[in-house]
């Protein structure tokens, strides 16, 4: 029987208010930088980015006695706090009467490869003080009545370690986090755009960056300069990389900031695709129940003619309806289970009716229809896994909406409050880039590459190939406390000396890109970067569609440095600087992976690399898939890594084995308490990154 759910309840979970910012610190000083006054800011340790990962970072730093900031492009309109699915999922350890060790959820969380195997055990580990923290803070898992967390499966996770608050658990996660960030005094800047890293000597000094509120005749570009002895990275992906991606609008990430400083970076061949709602609309991702409900799938024409196109796929209406149920746990796109007609042939098919110009929709108000020649759909006619799960959770309505308000209220709830009633309406969607699994190499304790930078969140590449739903949610939260301690621990939370010698060359260099008369335009460059990413480094690749792009990729950014960029008023400073860092991002990318295809690579993750000699073959029931033929992943990558970093104008690649753990050693009280105490634990060499 369907419970009816509160209005009051329903309103706490899916339209979830934000608190107020307090008032920013005032600056104390200025400086002539290249001919601009600009204000500075300084601080111990500043925080890049305002989502659940930073913000973790910054209150255990404050808890700790740390001098402490944020700075923020926007407080509360990155991907933490604008992002979700039908059940966000926080993926946390399990109890041993379900199977779960921290061992074997290491494995799991590792188990696409690509992963160093020491960062997922800490995960593992720190994933049971990261839940029990949020939970203290007022996080709203649920629970049953004796107190038991409630878990369901998820992608990758065979276990069921996955929780959630509803569609927007990490929503949550931001607003309880950052109730307690402006409890501890933290102060915020928010409206300033980190723009470019400064350094001496091998470290960080601190960072450049564009602040509208700031612009003045003396400083036309509205430049600030924040000094700190730490910096944290914590900015997210570079969400606008892809014009068919479910990031919220204006996600730059700081990988192009990271480039600019000579970071290394690691695993950026690897992302994330799935089904979801674009962000022309509301972007959202169409997992779990959105999918296990199994609405009908079609396609419209330009003339308005529908198209039923799973049923040139799927053999049986069964085998369709129970892969579409199936995308719920499997959803995003992984290269090999386009075989023997599974789950992302699915994808697939939606994205070859996309790249011909049609039209997808999910419509809650009809079954699927039958393949021809088959029975129509029945509850009666699905796998056993499918029907199974169904039964369980009582889910035996006659229509997929009917079904959907029982398994899960929110999810329509949540539409509603963007002005979408997918109760009345069908839904238009497509497969979109969703997360970027690579990012800044980092150590066990976060650090990058360059002395006093860390990087936590989607802007550290710590996720490996594939990863199991809501890893990510929870490693920005296990390393935000790492790298915390890890600050605190070394005596770099204190406010940095004077000086500001080495951020007037990059001032002079700011100015000096940015033409708005006869620089390479704005929206032009946005529209090419976005365009070759998606069209040539989406979910199907070819060696010479990648090669061809990362060519195109080097003319462009040769093009920005010898024209500079333009743009048309005084506000778009800021966004055209990271475009400048968008487009270095995208030949970085295609860089890495051109290296992967033409070193052998195979398919793996997000992406199937097509090619007539590869000997994985997609079947459809109206014969083999030719044309998206691919190789099929090679073990030997799984072990290993490719990293990146820029030297001057060129780009260096590497590849490292993934670190190891060994399983078999133990923790000794006696014999590894002095370490605690003392501070060794911190201490420990840096591994090489790259």
Same mark, same amino acid.
């Given at each position: 029987?369907?419970?009816?759910?509160?209005?009051?309840?329903?309103?706490?979970?899916?339209?979830?208010?934000?608190?107020?910012?307090?008032?920013?610190?005032?600056?104390?000083?200025?400086?002539?930088?290249?001919?601009?006054?600009?204000?500075?800011?300084?601080?111990?340790?500043? !925080?890049?980015?305002?989502?659940?990962?930073?913000?973790?970072?910054?209150?255990?730093?404050?808890?700790?006695?740390?001098?402490?900031?944020?700075?923020?492009?926007?407080?509360?309109?990155?991907?933490?706090?604008?992002?979700?699915?039908?059940?966000?999922?926080?993926?946390?350890?399990?109890?041993?009467?379900?199977?779960?060790?921290?061992?074997?959820?290491?494995?799991?969380?590792?188990?696409?490869?690509?992963?160093?195997?020491?960062?997922?055990?800490?995960? +593992?580990?720190? $994933? !049971?003080? /990261?839940?029990?923290?949020?939970? %203290?803070?007022?996080?709203?898992?649920?629970?049953?009545?004796?107190?038991?967390?409630?878990?369901?499966?998820?992608?990758?996770?065979?276990?069921?370690?996955?929780?959630?608050?509803?569609?927007?658990?990490?929503?949550?996660?931001?607003?309880?986090?950052?109730?307690?960030?402006?409890?501890?005094?933290?102060? %915020?800047?928010?409206?300033?755009?980190?723009?470019?890293?400064?350094?001496?000597?091998?470290?960080?000094?601190?960072?450049? +960056?564009?602040?509208?509120?700031?612009?003045?005749?003396?400083?036309?570009?509205?430049?600030?300069?924040?000094?700190?002895?730490?910096?944290?990275?914590?900015?997210?992906?570079?969400?606008?990389?892809?014009?068919?991606?479910? %990031?919220?609008?204006?996600? %730059?990430? $700081?990988?192009?900031? /990271?480039?600019?400083?000579?970071?290394?970076? !690691?695993?950026?061949?690897?992302?994330?695709?799935?089904?979801?709602?674009?962000?022309?609309?509301?972007?959202?991702?169409?997992?779990?129940?959105?999918?296990?409900?199994?609405?009908?799938?079609?396609?419209?024409?330009?003339?308005?003619?529908?198209?039923?196109?799973?049923?040139?796929?799927?053999? $049986?209406?069964?085998?369709? /309806?129970?892969? !579409?149920?199936?995308?719920?746990?499997?959803?995003?796109?992984?290269?090999?289970?386009?075989?023997?007609?599974?789950?992302?042939?699915?994808?697939?098919?939606?994205?070859?009716?996309?790249?011909?110009?049609?039209?997808?929709?999910?419509?809650?108000?009809?079954?699927?229809?039958?393949?021809?020649?088959?029975?129509?759909?029945?509850?009666?006619?699905?796998?056993?896994?499918?029907?199974?799960?169904?039964?369980?959770?009582?889910?035996?309505?006659?229509?997929?909406?009917?079904?959907?308000?029982?398994?899960?209220?929110?999810?329509?709830?949540?539409?509603?409050?963007?002005?979408?009633?997918?109760?009345?309406?069908?839904?238009?969607?497509?497969?979109?880039?969703?997360?970027?699994?690579?990012?800044?190499?980092?150590?066990?304790?976060?650090?990058?590459?360059?002395?006093?930078?860390?990087?936590?969140?989607?802007? /550290?590449?710590?996720?490996?190939?594939?990863?199991?739903?809501?890893?990510?949610?929870?490693?920005?939260?296990?390393?935000?406390?790492?790298?915390?301690?890890?600050?605190?621990?070394?005596?770099?939370?204190?406010?940095?000396?004077?000086?500001?010698?080495?951020?007037?060359?990059?001032?002079?260099?700011?100015?000096?890109?940015?033409?708005?008369?006869?620089?390479?335009?704005?929206?032009?460059?946005?529209?090419?970067?976005?365009?070759?990413?998606?069209?040539?480094?989406?979910?199907?690749?070819?060696?010479?569609?990648?090669?061809?792009?990362?060519? +195109?990729?080097?003319?462009?950014?040769?093009?920005?440095?010898?024209?500079?960029?333009?743009?048309?008023?005084?506000?778009?400073?800021?966004?055209?600087?990271?475009?400048?860092?968008?487009?270095?991002?995208?030949?970085?990318?295609?860089?890495?992976?051109?290296?992967?295809?033409?070193?052998?690579?195979?398919?793996?993750?997000?992406?199937?690399?097509?090619?007539?000699?590869?000997?994985?073959?997609?079947?459809?029931?109206?014969?083999?898939?030719?044309?998206?033929?691919?190789?099929?992943?090679?073990?030997?990558?799984?072990?290993?890594?490719?990293?990146?970093?820029?030297?001057?104008? +060129?780009?260096?690649?590497?590849?490292?084995?993934?670190?190891?753990?060994?399983?078999?050693?133990?923790?000794?009280?006696?014999?590894?308490?002095?370490?605690?105490?003392?501070?060794?634990?911190?201490?420990?060499?840096?591994?090489?990154?790259?």
């Amino acid at each position: 029987m369907t419970q009816t759910i509160p209005q009051a309840i329903l309103d706490a979970l899916t339209d979830v208010d934000m608190p107020r910012l307090a008032p920013e610190p005032g600056f104390a000083e200025t400086c002539m930088l290249a001919g601009h006054s600009i204000p500075v800011h300084r601080a111990g340790a500043i !925080v890049v980015g305002s989502g659940a990962a930073g913000l973790r970072a910054a209150v255990e730093l404050k808890r700790r006695g740390g001098d402490v900031c944020i700075v923020s492009q926007s407080a509360w309109g990155g991907t933490s706090a604008c992002s979700g699915s039908d059940k966000q999922t926080l993926h946390t350890a399990n109890t041993a009467d379900q199977g779960d060790d921290f061992k074997a959820m290491a494995r799991a969380i590792r188990g696409g490869g690509a992963m160093d195997e020491d960062t997922a055990y800490i995960e +593992a580990v720190g $994933s !049971v003080r /990261a839940m029990a923290s949020l939970q %203290f803070l007022g996080l709203p898992l649920p629970q049953d009545a004796l107190g038991g967390t409630l878990r369901y499966q998820t992608d990758h996770d065979e276990t069921g370690r996955a929780t959630s608050c509803g569609p927007r658990t990490s929503r949550l996660m931001v607003k309880v986090l950052a109730q307690e960030a402006l409890r501890l005094g933290i102060s %915020f800047f928010n409206q300033t755009t980190a723009v470019r890293i400064l350094k001496q000597a091998g470290r960080v000094t601190g960072f450049l +960056a564009v602040r509208p509120k700031d612009r003045s005749e003396d400083n036309p570009l509205g430049l600030a300069l924040f000094r700190c002895e730490a910096l944290v990275l914590a900015a997210g992906g570079p969400g606008e990389l892809y014009r068919d991606s479910v %990031f919220p609008n204006g996600c %730059f990430g $700081s990988l192009g900031l /990271a480039l600019e400083a000579g970071i290394t970076l !690691v695993n950026i061949t690897e992302s994330q695709f799935g089904i979801g709602t674009r962000r022309e609309g509301f972007p959202w991702n169409l997992s779990g129940t959105y999918v296990q409900v199994i609405p009908h799938i079609y396609s419209v024409d330009d003339a308005g003619r529908e198209h039923h196109f799973l049923t040139d796929y799927y053999r $049986s209406t069964q085998e369709l /309806a129970s892969n !579409v149920f199936r995308k719920g746990y499997q959803w995003p796109f992984h290269a090999s289970r386009m075989l023997d007609f599974r789950s992302s042939l699915v994808d697939l098919a939606i994205f070859r009716e996309t790249q011909a110009g049609r039209r997808v929709f999910m419509d809650f108000n009809r079954n699927p229809l039958p393949v021809p020649g088959d029975v129509p759909f029945s509850l009666d006619r699905l796998d056993d896994d499918v029907s199974r799960y169904l039964r369980n959770a009582g889910a035996d309505h006659a229509l997929p909406i009917d079904r959907l308000r029982h398994m899960n209220p929110l999810a329509i709830e949540l539409y509603r409050r963007y002005k979408v009633d997918i109760a009345a309406d069908p839904l238009e969607f497509a497969v979109n880039n969703q997360h970027m699994n690579g990012g800044i190499a980092v150590d066990t304790w976060g650090r990058s590459s360059l002395h006093g930078v860390y990087a936590v969140g989607e802007a /550290a590449g710590t996720h490996g190939a594939t990863r199991p739903g809501g890893s990510a949610l929870n490693a920005g939260q296990v390393f935000g406390t790492r790298v915390a301690e890890h600050i605190a621990a070394s005596g770099r939370a204190v406010a940095p000396p004077e000086g500001a010698a080495e951020a007037d060359g990059a001032v002079a260099e700011i100015a000096a890109s940015l033409r708005p008369e006869t620089g390479v335009p704005l929206t032009a460059l946005r529209a090419e970067v976005q365009a070759r990413m998606s069209d040539t480094a989406g979910i199907l690749c070819t060696g010479e569609e990648v090669r061809a792009a990362l060519q +195109a990729a080097r003319d462009l950014n040769a093009r920005i440095r010898a024209q500079g960029i333009g743009y048309s008023r005084a506000p778009e400073v800021g966004r055209a600087l990271q475009w400048q860092q968008m487009a270095l991002t995208s030949e970085a990318v295609l860089t890495a992976l051109d290296h992967y295809i033409s070193s052998g690579g195979g398919s793996r993750g997000a992406r199937a690399i097509c090619d007539p000699a590869g000997t994985a073959l997609p079947m459809a029931v109206t014969g083999p898939l030719e044309e998206v033929r691919f190789r099929p992943e090679r073990e030997e990558d799984k072990a290993s890594q490719i990293t990146l970093r820029m030297e001057g104008r +060129a780009m260096v690649l590497a590849t490292r084995p993934n670190r190891s753990f060994d399983e078999a050693a133990k923790a000794v009280f006696e014999r590894d308490w002095p370490a605690w105490l003392t501070g060794a634990i911190f201490d420990l060499p840096q591994p090489p990154l790259d």
